[in-house]
T-cell receptor, first 114, second 109 residues
């Protein structure tokens, strides 16, 4: 399944580093999402973009900065992260927001903050 | 607050049947999703229920009772490849997806 791709798949970074996660969807969808997945916890929605406009930010710390240059690409810029930010970061897309549409997920980036 | 409850882990035998339950308390309801997630992989869509009743899709079926805030995923003729986590998610009145923590299903030969 290559509908939603994410790079890198694994990332180890120090607390003073700056890095970016990339997501690309090839499904013609208009909405894209960033989720954080920690062990034994529900998926945490971080950001939602609909038609390249950010529609939701669930009180995410400013050390996470999203960017959506077009409807196919989504980035998550990371800086001065904390060890508790270590998790699997999943990107998803759907046809649009505002309806109960199925979301298609990428394989995730496993992030470790040292 | 909004809450989705599902068992943390279940074990079943190859060839058998298993039922994974999900109960929810959300502000409004616009449908319930089940996703499957193999270790190290992306969650993939299994089913969507918005009306009461049973939806069957091959070996997998999903049931919904809106009055009880309850759903289950039924897996028949279990295969080893069904070992995965199963995520329940409810769409609330704002069409926001509220996720459960997932049920890890272990299949034994």
């Amino acid at each position: 399944e290559t509908g939603v791709t994410q790079t890198p798949r694994h990332l180890v970074m120090g607390m003073t580093n700056k890095k970016s996660l990339k997501c690309e969807q090839h499904l013609g969808h208009n909405a894209m999402y960033w989720y954080k997945q920690s062990a034994k916890k529900p998926l945490e929605l971080m950001f939602v973009y609909s038609l390249e406009e950010r529609v939701e930010n669930n009180s995410v710390p400013s050390r996470f900065s999203p960017e959506c240059p077009n409807s196919s690409h989504l980035f998550l810029h990371l800086h001065t992260l904390q060890p508790e930010d270590s998790a699997l970061y999943l990107c998803a897309s759907s046809q649009q927001t505002g309806e109960a549409y199925e979301q298609y997920f990428g394989p995730g980036t496993r992030l470790t903050v040292t | 607050g909004q809450n989705i409850d599902q068992p943390t882990e279940m074990t079943a035998t190859e060839g058998a049947i298993v039922q994974i339950n999900c109960t929810y308390q959300t502000s409004g309801f616009n449908g319930l999703f089940w996703y499957q997630q193999h270790a190290g992989e992306a969650p993939t869509f299994l089913s969507y229920n918005v009306l009461d009743g049973l939806e069957e899709k091959g070996r997998f079926s999903s049931f919904l009772s809106r009055s009880k805030g309850y759903s289950y995923l039924l897996l028949k003729e279990l295969q080893m490849k069904d070992s995965a986590s199963y995520l329940c998610a409810v769409t609330d009145s704002n069409y926001q997806l509220i996720w459960g923590a997932g049920t890890k299903l272990i299949i034994k030969p």
